[in-house]
């Protein structure tokens, strides 16, 4: 063979992409893959993650908090978001929801025959919905911080996602507000009414220092498994469930169906949050007692919160579904279980 022809036979030979290579893996890579993978360089980058003195803050803080956490594998580049989604997807995605959303608020801001919402249940969900705001608010946080300090992009892109799922219930809740003020009256809106609720109500409390708290649990694997294997889950198992069991009971449909929506983005936090502790443990079996110690450290006192929290919806429970803390527990213990954190599921 010519050295033309062996030089074209070469360029025919099927190649994979250099970044997938790099790993062993001879493939042509998905979408997802090819604008998702090893977009964070400085992980395990030696000597320090950025270039910048060794003594540097930013250096010394990724390197005790996240090289330095006892949560690790070896390559975090192999862990896969199950719903393998993209900037461009999940923003297509969201944007369908939103649209839904808006037709749920034109339907009902139209009036026609639905029943009017009682005073009452208005003070209720001054309280509980619109004070909710600034706990969703630290959820987002804590995620953008989880993103921000994450091993991987893969796993950096799902936490970015459950933040813009934080923000979408925050603008959600301000547009209520608005709304319900036109009817009932002008505190409703006033962000200092509602700041004045979250600051001094003693039902909020202690959830108010459990996710102040949370904004300062720097660890990476801590981060995560307090924000998304316990504060979270239990957050949303009453603020959406509960709450939309409640909204549904009081004829605020309005309310029930958005609680609904939100759901769906919990339920796709959880699929990752999963996932991410299947991987994990698959790689460095010691991860579940280093996970299952960080859930057994959080779950007691936001346990405790919740429950102080559900003070705020006991007289408006209906008292045909049984009991409201089970609906919280029997949610919460599934995610334990579906991750094998359980204390029962312990090798």
Not at 180 to 198: H, K, M, N, P, V
Not at 249 to 263: K, N, V
Request: with cysteine; glycine share 4%; net charge negative.
């Amino acid at each position: 063979m010519s050295n033309a022809e062996t030089t074209r036979s070469a360029r025919k030979a099927p190649k994979t992409w250099s970044q997938l290579s790099a790993a062993g893996v001879r493939r042509k890579p998905s979408e997802y893959e090819v604008v998702t993978h090893n977009l964070i360089y400085h992980m395990d980058k030696s000597p320090t993650p950025f270039e910048l003195a060794a003594s540097a803050p930013l250096n010394a803080w990724y390197l005790r908090y996240r090289e330095g956490s006892t949560f690790r594998v070896d390559d975090w580049n192999g862990f896969r978001d199950p719903h393998r989604l993209t900037y461009h997807s999940y923003v297509s995605q969201q944007n369908q929801r939103e649209i839904h959303l808006d037709a749920i608020v034109d339907r009902f801001e139209a009036g026609g025959d639905r029943p009017p919402l009682s005073a009452d249940w208005v003070a209720v969900l001054e309280r509980v919905y619109l004070t909710s705001r600034y706990s969703s608010h630290v959820l987002q946080m804590a995620a953008m911080y989880l993103a921000q300090l994450s091993p991987s992009s893969y796993v950096a892109n799902c936490a970015e996602f459950q933040a813009g799922d934080e923000m979408r219930r925050i603008q959600r809740s301000a547009y209520r507000a608005k709304s319900l003020s036109l009817q009932f009256g002008e505190q409703l809106a006033d962000t200092q009414a509602t700041r004045r609720i979250w600051e001094d109500d003693e039902a909020w409390q202690p959830l108010r220092k459990v996710l102040e708290e949370l904004l300062i649990a720097y660890d990476l694997g801590e981060a995560f498994a307090a924000l998304n294997l316990v504060v979270k889950p239990l957050h949303d198992a009453f603020f959406i469930n509960v709450l939309g069991v409640v909204a549904q009971a009081e004829d605020d449909e309005e309310l029930a169906l958005m609680l609904d929506d939100f759901r769906l983005d919990s339920d796709r936090n959880n699929d990752w949050s999963k996932a991410l502790v299947a991987y994990a443990v698959s790689q460095r079996p010691e991860n579940r007692d280093v996970l299952a110690g960080w859930v057994e450290k959080w779950r007691p006192q936001t346990e405790a919160a919740i429950e102080a929290a559900s003070a705020m919806l006991a007289d408006r429970w209906p008292a045909d579904r049984g009991d409201m803390g089970e609906l919280v527990a029997e949610t919460y213990e599934a995610l334990l279980s579906d991750c094998g954190l359980l204390p029962t599921q312990a090798v």
